[in-house]
């Protein structure tokens, strides 16, 4: 028995409803083409995914129902597995069943629903909210192959859904995913799916979506393994893709399954890193209405970064880059910026903050308790200043944002989100926070891999080893108010993305008065978080909907 | 058979793992001293509610167990009744599972737990995502009846774990509860526990937490029914109060139960609404470590409701008023806000936006694709003077805030939070939003209900007469941009509240082009709310947590 099947891994968009459903029938015509007996789409690629709170809306899903029926309406013998929102009215008048489903296509009809059944409610998912659990299988006959089909979640559960449709003769198990790209997930992905594989005696063809959607990237990556779990073809990450495989089942072949179909190149830990974020900018930038994107350029890292991915995302012509020098700017910082934006091809133009600070200082001398100095040691009222300086520059951002119709791109990195050491509604300000998930010594790791990659300085070197400043204050630097980078974020990983407490990370051996404060800090700039723009989650944890934690909070621990 | 019990409606903080203790010591001996046989405290009364994803870190866990112990080490024949986080480790290295629980606690000891049966997950909840559900029931012998603890969302649920443990014996229900307030609640509250005592032929003591919890407010409002589902005894809303009642369970009562215990009195809907906002803001601003606000007065009617509420909540000398007036302003609003900071007996001080509104716009005539000229019919890019306006404002506010250490209150409305009528960074900037949760309808309706409870214009007559305008340019008026909000504010309710698509509100009889602009509005303002201060919950779907729509989102449905 040999069957061709075609893995579709395209990038959808939340709520299109009928150009997902075009770009479906596009996709299936293509394989339908290539003489393929099945083609597998990704997890609700009738809505996009994650689809949220629209799910809750009746027409929604009814509008999904019929572009289904539009998409079922095009098949002939080739078969079509589409992810959609099955519904099931409740009887007396209770709110009506929604399902996270697959439906299997053919000859115009569609043949078969099988309604996912581990329903993922952690991290960044909330699939209990709107979704019920099913729990029946489906196994269909395509051309003489008894094959079965899961959702995502599914293919993660021992002794689950997969295991039991083996059982029930599946020789073949496609699993449809809608699955978020953070670093390392590739591997467990692979080696989960092929886990299951092996426990159920059964190959698994595995589809992803692609693209980003807010601050999920997937990273498509589709794949099949063998019953002995060897992945055997696989498709590129971060990029729309068609895998087209060979499956022969009876040639005694290792694994049970002889596999004929394309193998992708790997990608390393640091350019998958790349990948997201420029795919999730350019997807946010575009899904969104916009062409142009405007950013400052400080003259340091976190700014640099950002420019060089906008410009990859979204072409040098649509990056515009902003300097914005107070008197506290170095002429360093001005020509590192300058040096960076012809290095990069956007154009930079130079706004100077001065008139704005300067109106802001006397209109509110009378209102201060002393007379801001704009220096000093920095008790906490002479921070007022500094804030000034940044919140000028972010009125400046969105002024352009206002009149160019250009999206403001935020420049702030994990590290100093995560303690707070931004200005809410000045450098935090912005449509999309590009590197929200990398901390500083990340966003160093990037720069060089960016510049190593392109056997030139992309990113030049001053930029790279001068020591970290905001510039808002005479000679300030970064390692005034907060430890050394390299200090910092092994305790920031350890208490935001992996939920230990200040004791036990004091256990681990880190110094204890500095962890305690840096607990505080974290927990302290919740609220400023919650104002921050969204960003590529590129880590297991990133602040966003992945850490939920309450503003009032008086846990110390 | 007689029982005397006590349910404590304390107004805990969440995480304050110690001094949730503390406070539930202090109530318990002051119902034991009573002469209480039972006390019943709030669900998750040790760490709070809701704890949100702090349940993830096993030390806050093993923190609150402790604490727990350390209540039940105080305890002796009167029954304590408290929440906490339950914890069981899991075999081979899964996770531990944790429980919504509540402990049974008598002579110094927990002697038995009730775990939650059902995991609330939508609305403004998220149980699922970090508790396992219970299966096992509870029943306690106290002083000769046998009385059964349930928890929360355990008495919605027809046929559950009241039915059962009534079916099991127990003749009095004890079900603690986080029960967050919206407008309606209270009445959905009682008719569902009294269903509940009808179907399970038990009573049922209702305890209730109250206080406010970020976005939301508790209103307490603990009460007993019979079993035949009358109320028979009842704590007022929104305060913190030990209700006390006599219940004889052999008296031959209607009901199966004689009380003897107070009612309180009822509040009418508009009062819950004022005292919602008055302790939402009150816990907000006190439990975040501040004593002070300070909010922009513009003359109008939203401003002069959060100042009034701010005074309500904190006292007139903790807030702190400022006009900021423009070319734009009228003489009306000037006036209008210095008789209102009178009235109120709050501090005004006036910073005209004058020097840095002319400063930005000379910075930014180079930049800008056309002169600004700060008036016209609004195309798109002259919204950049009216913009930068309020950006000034939105600067002052928070440098005062960096200056002074008060926090910032929000003035915006549901209504124009819905369609992005509001400046981001601008007139969106501070901690707090007291009336996000509010259409323009209802403000006025609580401004009207205000004055007519205090007998005198607590807001002027001439703030609520004069038609709403964001004075940006001149004779600029709200119905320039927007319809009326009593044609706006019901379509909105549909949209926003009920999840109605474009074509079913249509089809009740509104206009189709301003239904599909108003939700076009909506959905393309949901990158403007992400960023916006957390406000109290007051109706049944709130912007924040209640409402999970993607932004990027191309459903038009």
Not at 309 to 328: C, D, K, N
Not at 503 to 532: F, P
């Amino acid at each position: 028995m040999r069957l061709r099947v075609a893995l579709a891994q395209l990038n959808q968009t939340v709520g299109d409803v009928d150009g997902n459903a075009d770009r479906l029938i596009a996709a299936y015509g293509g394989a339908q083409r290539a003489g393929c007996d099945l083609v597998a789409f990704p997890e609700l690629a009738i809505t996009g995914y994650p689809p949220e709170d629209l799910v809750l809306r009746e027409g929604f899903v009814a509008d999904g129902r019929a572009a289904l029926e539009r998409v079922a309406a095009r098949t002939g013998e080739t078969v079509a597995v589409v992810g959609f929102v099955d519904e099931e009215p409740s009887a007396a008048g209770a709110p009506a069943r929604r399902y996270n489903a697959a439906a299997v296509c053919r000859n115009g009809k569609v043949e078969a629903v099988y309604r996912k059944h581990a329903l993922p409610n952690y991290d960044v998912f909330d699939e209990r909210r709107t979704f019920t659990p099913g729990d029946a299988h489906v196994v269909v006959d395509v051309r003489g192959v008894p094959v079965a089909v899961s959702v995502c979640e599914d293919v993660w559960i021992p002794g689950g859904p997969v295991v039991a449709q083996a059982r029930l003769g599946a020789r073949l198990n496609v699993n449809v995913n809608g699955s978020p790209y953070h670093r390392g997930k590739g591997e467990a992905r692979r080696a989960l799916v092929a886990d299951r594989a092996r426990e159920a005696g059964c190959p698994i063809a595995y589809v992803n979506q692609v693209g980003g959607q807010d601050e999920l990237v997937f990273d498509g990556g589709s794949f099949v393994v063998d019953a002995a779990g060897t992945v055997r073809a696989s498709a590129p990450q971060f990029a729309e893709d068609v895998l087209i495989v060979d499956l022969d089942f009876d040639a005694g072949a290792p694994g049970g399954l002889l596999v004929e179909g394309p193998r992708a190149p790997e990608m390393s830990d640091l350019e998958q890193v790349r990948s997201a974020l420029v795919v999730g900018t350019r997807d946010y930038v575009r899904k969104n209405g916009f062409t142009d994107v405007v950013l400052g350029l400080s003259g340091g890292v976190d700014s640099a970064l950002v420019a060089a991915i906008a410009v990859e995302a979204l072409g040098a012509q649509r990056v515009h880059a902003v300097s914005m020098p107070s008197r506290y700017s170095s002429e360093g910082s001005r020509t590192d910026a300058a040096d960076l934006a012809k290095r990069l091809g956007v154009d930079l133009r130079t706004v100077s903050i001065e008139p704005a600070f300067g109106a802001y200082l006397d209109m509110l001398a009378p209102s201060m308790p002393v007379p801001p100095s704009g220096t000093g040691s920095a008790p906490a009222a002479d921070l007022t200043p500094e804030n000034l300086q940044s919140r000028v520059r972010g009125a400046i951002l969105m002024a352009l944002s206002n009149a160019r119709g250009w999206m403001v791109l935020t420049t702030g990195n994990k590290s100093e989100t995560a303690v707070g050491y931004f200005t809410l509604y000045g450098d935090s300000v912005g449509g999309y926070a590009v590197i929200k998930d990398l901390f500083k010594t990340t966003v160093y790791d990037l720069c060089r891999h960016l510049n190593a990659v392109a056997g030139r300085e992309v990113i030049p070197r001053a930029i790279l080893e001068k020591p970290p400043s905001a510039e808002l204050r005479p000679d300030q630097r970064d390692d005034q108010s907060l430890p050394p980078y390299d200090v910092l974020d092994p305790i920031l990983a350890r208490y935001v993305e992996d939920d230990r407490t200040v004791r036990e990370i004091v256990a681990e051996g880190h110094d204890a008065a500095l962890v305690a404060r840096i607990a505080r800090l974290v927990d302290a700039n919740e609220y400023k978080r919650r104002q921050g723009a969204p960003g590529v989650r590129v880590t297991h944890k990133a602040f966003g909907k992945d850490r939920r934690l309450p503003i009032t909070n008086r846990y110390r621990g």
